[in-house]
T-cell receptor, first 112, second 114 residues
Framework: GEDVEQSLFLSVREGDSSVINCTYT??????LYWYKQEPGAGLQLLTY?????DMKQDQRLTVLLNKKDKHLSLRIADTQTGDSAIYFC????????????FGSGTRLSIRP | GAVVSQHPSRVICKSGTSVKIECRSL??????MFWYRQFPKQSLMLMAT?????????EQGVEKDKFLINHASLTLSTLTVTSAHPEDSSFYIC??????????FGPGTRLTVL
């Protein structure tokens, strides 16, 4: 079966780096995603990584994938107040008919 | 990037009435559309997957007679919540995918059933 887990909350000082972690169980995962959701809004795709990659960097965002441990992380450098949101980790796997399965989401709050 | 719209963005209805939510892909043809529901402070739960011209595939525990999905064209899918009750109040989000890896999400529709 498929399961994606994340910690529920993260608090970071403005200007520091934020690291949001995620674990998944389905070894047939092909793509792993990070989505951002601001209050009352839909989901914005931030980045995604293919399962044969270890790392992907896109400006302030760095995604690390440890396929052996089924662990995914999202690092946001120089965290700003506009980064406050809920961040969802998600996977897409052959075993689940290529549906996207979401984690519970991590609420990132920024303190001055 | 590809844009998916939803209408209405908010709807309030009385218990027992039916509500229709539209999901449109504005600048691409979506071979597959997905409907999710999100309770407050919770994750997105997939309700059903629909392919244009065929019946939707519902996830376990989702009543297909209560949540009617129609995907009549490559740019439009509708979700009708029939005989809505207060426990159906939720945030409903659709997404659309063409023959690619990305799934584009709509802005969501907040349904409140009184």
């Amino acid at each position: 079966g498929e399961d994606v887990e994340q910690s529920l909350f993260l608090s970071v000082r403005e200007g520091d780096s934020s690291v949001i972690n995620c674990t998944y169980t389905d070894s047939s995962s092909t793509y792993l995603y990070w989505y951002k959701q601001e209050p009352g809004a839909g989901l914005q795709l931030l980045t995604y990584i293919f399962s044969n990659m270890d790392m992907k960097q896109d400006q302030r965002l760095t995604v690390l994938l440890n396929k052996k441990d089924k662990h995914l992380s999202l690092r946001i450098a120089d965290t700003q107040t506009g980064d406050s949101a809920i961040y969802f980790c998600a996977e897409r796997a052959y075993s689940s008919a290529s549906k996207i399965i979401f984690g519970s989401g991590t609420r990132l709050s920024i303190r001055p | 990037g590809a844009v998916v719209s939803q209408h209405p963005s908010r709807v309030i209805c009385k218990s027992g009435t039916s509500v229709k939510i539209e999901c449109r892909s504005l600048d691409f043809q979506a071979t597959t559309m997905f409907w999710y529901r999100q309770f407050p402070k919770q994750s997105l739960m997939l309700m059903a997957t629909s392919n244009e011209g065929s019946k939707a595939t519902y996830e376990q525990g989702v009543e297909k007679d209560k949540f009617l999905i129609n995907h009549a064209s490559l740019t439009l899918s509708t979700l009708t919540v029939t005989s809505a009750h207060p426990e159906d109040s939720s945030f409903y989000i659709c997404s659309a995918r063409y023959d690619g890896n990305e799934q584009f999400f709509g802005p969501g529709t907040r349904l409140t059933v009184l």
